[in-house]
């Protein structure tokens, strides 16, 4: 052989095995992109009350429980519990056992170690709720509960002005041990684990090194144990999260109804599969409905939550999915959520609060003159019912055959009730004022956003209607809400969520202790507070769904909010997305989507 030849394939010999051992091609990054239609207020769930921050922490944060994804009606399962809690007869005492080998996201405040989550974990983030330090709009929960010693310490604390003690312990609230936690309550709690304990961020673990590391900035550096962590966020603009390097193995465990076809086809697809399914979500904050929609169809979103009212009839005329759309691949889900449309009133304030026969009038008239079906007609473009009262489809006091005031328009009805109570035109300029001769002006908080401005324009025509003359004072909806639990406020609009299946939450909003936080209306009554705390310890039965009974009543009478309708809500898939099936009182869904890369196209 010539010597140049000899050369080659001695270089050849050895290139080979460096060729055989190349790497192959990196895997295609498996990327969620959607818009929300409200800026979050915060990412520390400590301080959060609002769905869209939640629905943001609750991919961070875990709680003890959750849901299955695909079970209805819903079943509760463990998450970080190894199994169900261990519950006495009387419903007092709860010892519920962890998971070993849990671990929070690596995080610098934890000096390069990993960080199992431990019983005292979950200690240490109740009592942060319990901390006046921290104005936990979640406390009222945790309030109600009646975990053993854990108000008294909170009322020491406020009553000392000193900083709150976490070291000390609280009879209710205690690590028996690394790996088991246990939860005592003074009056049973039939349904604990679903209230506190399942499917919410808000009880989720916190590490304490954390909150103590980053101090006043909590809120941007989030540390959960959940499936995805936070990349990058630009306020009220986009936030970037991806897969938690350092997530346990999970897989897709669920049990989806035999009758449930469209649970079935996505357990089909999915069953088995290591969670999460995909490695980076990306979250617009789109306040427009038309760019939203826009961003949608133009293929820069693979998934549209909660297609505007503006262009359902264009998505899903007669709830079926538009043939346009339906020829692109893409695939639509329609459910009826459990959550109600309400506006609230101000009870502090001077014109429209109060409990006197004069105020009560003025609620009642203002809500009956309000046209809550022309609403679902015109404004939601009939994705909705009319709601008889606060408590929510799918929930424990529901009854879809319950009729009440909340949902008449009676426009002769609501002026007959001004007039008797001395709200008249006394100057003859078309307009009514106050029983005392003073001008009557109604100012409502509001967005900018297109349903926003539909609302208004129904709100306009029932007190133009009614003679009453109506300002509006526009602000982001974050601001709207900090103002209505300051009580800075008349009149706002919202939806409020189930965040789990015990209707008693919703009742919340009249609750007297949860003036402030859940009860925006700062609605103040002691039959109503004596029959709600009568409620906890009741196991669910007759006796139990005739106070249900009597707290929609007693709502209906006073007026606080006005309900409007419970929503049904369409969301859209790409045809590249897979396996979104609408969470009912949870917030947590990328870990159950996939992505197909192949078919998502180029940005």
Not at 129 to 142: E, Q
Request: hydrophobic share 40%; charged share 25%; net charge neutral.
């Amino acid at each position: 052989m010539k010597p140049w030849l000899a050369a080659l394939a001695a270089c050849l010999t050895l290139l080979t095995p460096a060729l055989a051992a190349a790497p192959p091609p990196a895997a295609p990054v498996k990327t969620l992109r959607y818009a929300m239609r409200i800026a979050e207020t915060g990412l520390d769930p400590v301080s959060l009350n609002d769905l869209y921050s939640r629905s943001l922490t609750a991919h961070i944060f875990e709680a003890l429980y959750t849901f299955d994804p695909l079970a209805r009606p819903v079943k509760v399962v463990p998450l970080i519990a190894a199994s169900d809690p261990a519950v006495s007869a009387d419903f007092r005492t709860y010892t519920i056992p962890l998971r070993h080998g849990i671990y929070f996201a690596d995080d610098p405040a934890f000096k390069g170690r990993r960080r199992e989550v431990t019983a005292a974990d979950f200690v240490y983030s109740i009592k942060r709720f319990a901390d006046p330090a921290n104005k936990a709009p979640g406390w009222p929960s945790y309030e109600e509960s009646g975990i053993v010693g854990l108000n008294e310490l909170r009322e020491q604390v406020l009553k000392a002005k000193k900083p709150f003690p976490y070291d000390t312990e609280v009879e209710g609230l205690r690590a028996l041990d690394r790996y088991t936690l246990q939860v005592k309550t003074r009056e049973p709690r039939p349904r604990l684990i679903e209230f506190l304990f399942a499917g919410s961020d808000l009880f989720g673990a916190v590490a304490r090194e954390v909150v103590e590391h980053y101090g006043d900035t909590i809120s941007e550096h989030p540390v959960g144990t959940g499936p995805f962590v936070l990349k990058s966020w630009r306020r009220s603009s986009q936030l970037v999260f991806e897969r938690n390097p350092a997530y346990r193995e999970r897989i897709y465990e669920a049990s989806p109804a035999p009758h449930d076809a469209e649970a079935q086809a996505i357990w089909a697809r999915l069953k088995g599969r290591r969670l999460p399914m995909i490695d980076r979500v990306v979250v617009d904050i789109i306040v427009e409905s038309q760019p939203r929609w826009l961003a949608f169809l133009n293929n820069e979103h693979d998934f549209i939550e909660r297609v505007p009212e503006e262009f359902i009839t264009q998505a899903a005329p007669g709830r079926k999915l538009a043939p346009n759309l339906a020829k692109r691949g893409m695939h639509a889900a329609f459910t009826l959520a459990p959550d109600t449309t309400l506006t609230c009133f101000n009870l502090d304030d001077p014109v429209v609060g109060g409990l006197e026969p004069a105020k009560v009038a003025l609620r009642r008239a203002i809500a009956l003159a309000y046209d809550s079906p022309r609403e679902i007609r015109i404004a939601r473009r009939g994705q909705g019912q009319p709601a008889q009262s606060m408590v929510m489809p799918g929930t424990s006091g529901f009854d879809p055959a319950y009729k009440s005031e909340m949902g008449d328009h009676d426009l002769a009805r609501a002026k007959a009730l001004l007039d008797l109570y001395g709200y008249a035109d006394r100057d003859g300029d078309g307009w009514r004022e106050q029983p005392d001769g003073s001008p009557l002006l109604i100012t409502r908080n509001t967005q900018s956003d297109t349903l926003s401005r539909a609302l208004d324009e129904q709100w306009d025509r029932a007190l133009r209607e009614l003679g009453i003359r109506m300002r509006l004072k526009v602000q982001q909806w974050p601001e709207n809400f900090k103002a209505a639990q300051a009580g800075q406020y008349q009149m706002w609009s919202l939806a409020w969520s189930a965040g789990s299946s015990d209707g008693q939450g919703a009742l919340q909003l009249y609750y007297g202790a949860a003036v402030g936080t859940q009860n925006l209306a700062r609605f103040r009554h002691a039959g109503f507070d004596a029959l709600y705390e009568r409620m906890q310890p009741i196991p669910d039965g007759p006796e139990r769904e005739a106070l249900f009974h009597e707290a929609k009543r007693i709502g209906t009478a006073y007026m606080p909010y006005k309900v409007h309708a419970h929503r049904v809500i369409t969301d859209i898939e790409q045809p590249w997305m897979t396996g979104f099936y609408r969470p009912l009182f949870w917030l947590d869904f990328w870990q159950f989507i996939d992505i197909d890369p192949a078919r998502q196209p180029v940005r």
